[in-house]
């Protein structure tokens, strides 16, 4: 049962079959052994890393999935500090505010209210995932049984909202008024925007779905188009400067520009990049290598190092640790930030984007619209068996093309491009391509999606 909720970057299922108490508490005793085990020389000595933090989203499960994995890491002698309901990049604030050894919060990000999960972090808020330690704590739980223990560890509660509060508001500068619609997707930001952005001078806020109850009035997911007409329409009415909607543990979220249009990840990473290497000249920005090669050039123009890297968190913040990076922008709406402990936050890449857009004196779409010099076919996802079969075809098909295999596979040419890759779970090939006209793409999109088979329509 349990290997079924493990995940490459997390662990995950619908509550309560098959995630459960019982495996929460297992989750926590092995998390515990990992995380404790880990430390080395000095940070084993520090009586703070006998601490994990805990906080959990607003899901119905959720205090029940957090009670039970407190008792498990309890039982191996560990402390906790329960931060109660909060959004997950407050777990990356807490763990290096209070320096502790790691953190886990209990959430199923942008699934639906059937769901929960685990993100597990360790020091210094660095992903756990199945190549970095979820493996081994699959391990550990999958051969526990749950009974007393002779250690028990101490549970203490802490409110972090008002330095969490602090710590963001050092993103946000406005030189002039600006007027947003936030879509909090009755999630976790339906806690964080009153409490950090409402009532900020110069800013007007206009919130909507911020009861925080368990339920989703639409889906927490703002990477569905659907999941944004609520907020294009509320931002048309409200003649606002532009819209965001945020995921329900608000570490992602989605922008809609005045015009209720919907802006592209890889476009506000290519926007927001100019600005941090004006702070910081030279710096690197990192972004997924599904992203415009718009978000190359921009940062090329702006005298930055460009550094292209795999899709997923893990990946990204290890690539912006690696190369020191000031930024980087996902285009699953996960933006990270150096002097954020190198993690991703909503409340963050919401402060930065006001702040940068209030030193314009145009709309955003006009500040964004020499951004949109190419034409992109999203991502479009294909039912492929032989996935791998399908790969090895195209390089051959492609080979006079720059192709290389950092993410499945990315084929070059001077005028278009595309990438292909592998679903981690499901028999699927994600395409996503990019041309310098609008016949281009459509032409290229069939010949491509044509040796990949039928588009699957989600």
């Not at 990992?34 to 899901?59: E, S, Y």
């Not at 940062?299 to 980087?328: C, Q, T, W, Y």
């Amino acid at each position: 049962m349990i290997e079924k909720v493990f995940k490459a970057y997390d662990i995950r299922g619908v509550y309560p079959n098959p995630l459960n108490e019982d495996i929460a508490w297992k989750v926590g005793h092995a998390t515990a052994q990992f995380l404790r085990m880990n430390l080395t020389g000095l940070a084993k000595a520090d009586p703070r890393m006998n601490m994990i933090i805990i906080g959990r989203d607003m899901r119905t499960s959720s205090p029940s999935l957090a009670k039970a994995l407190i008792d498990g890491i309890l039982s191996t002698g560990t402390n906790v500090i329960d931060i109660g309901m909060i959004d997950t990049p407050q777990i990356y604030f807490a763990i290096n505010h209070l320096g502790c050894c790691g953190g886990i919060q209990v959430t199923a990000s942008h699934n639906p209210a059937e769901y929960n999960g685990f993100k597990i972090s360790g020091l210094q808020a660095r992903p756990v995932g199945e190549n970095t330690g979820l493996n081994e704590i699959k391990r550990v739980a999958m051969s526990l049984r749950k009974g007393p223990s002779a250690q028990m560890g101490r549970v203490e509660t802490q409110d972090l909202s008002r330095p969490y509060k602090a710590h963001v508001l050092k993103f946000l500068h406005l030189q002039r008024p600006l007027k947003v619609v936030v879509d909090c997707s009755n999630g976790m930001a339906g806690k964080f925007v009153p409490n950090i952005f409402v009532g900020y001078p110069n800013l007007t806020i206009v919130p909507i779905n911020t009861e925080v109850t368990g339920t989703f009035k639409h889906e927490p997911n703002p990477l569905v188009d659907s999941n944004l007409r609520e907020l294009q329409e509320a931002v048309l009415s409200n003649a606002a400067d532009f819209g965001v909607c945020f995921d329900g543990d608000a570490d992602r979220c989605i922008f809609v520009d005045e015009q209720a249009k919907i802006v592209r990840c890889d476009i506000l990473t290519a926007f927001l990049a100019k600005d941090f290497l004006k702070r910081d000249p030279g710096s690197a920005i990192v972004y997924d290598l599904r992203s415009s090669r718009v978000v190359r050039e921009e940062i090329l123009n702006a005298g930055g190092v460009p550094k292209r890297e795999r899709v997923g968190h893990v990946f990204m913040k290890k690539a912006l640790a690696d190369s020191h990076g000031v930024f980087g922008g996902e285009l699953s709406g996960h933006f990270y930030f150096r002097d954020n402990f190198k993690t991703d936050s909503g409340a963050i890449v919401f402060g930065t984007t006001c702040s940068v857009l209030s030193g314009y004196d145009s709309p955003m779409s006009h500040v964004l619209k020499p951004l949109l010099r190419y034409y992109s076919s999203g991502e479009i996802n294909y039912e492929v068996q032989d996935k791998e079969g399908a790969i090895k075809k195209l390089a051959e098909r492609y080979k006079d093309a720059a192709v290389d295999y950092l993410d499945g596979i990315t084929v070059e040419y001077d005028t278009w491009w595309f990438n292909v890759r592998q679903s981690n779970t499901e028999p699927l090939l994600r395409l996503n391509l990019e041309a310098n006209t609008a016949d281009l793409l459509k032409k290229k999109v069939e010949e491509v999606g044509g040796q990949l088979g039928t588009p699957v329509h989600h």
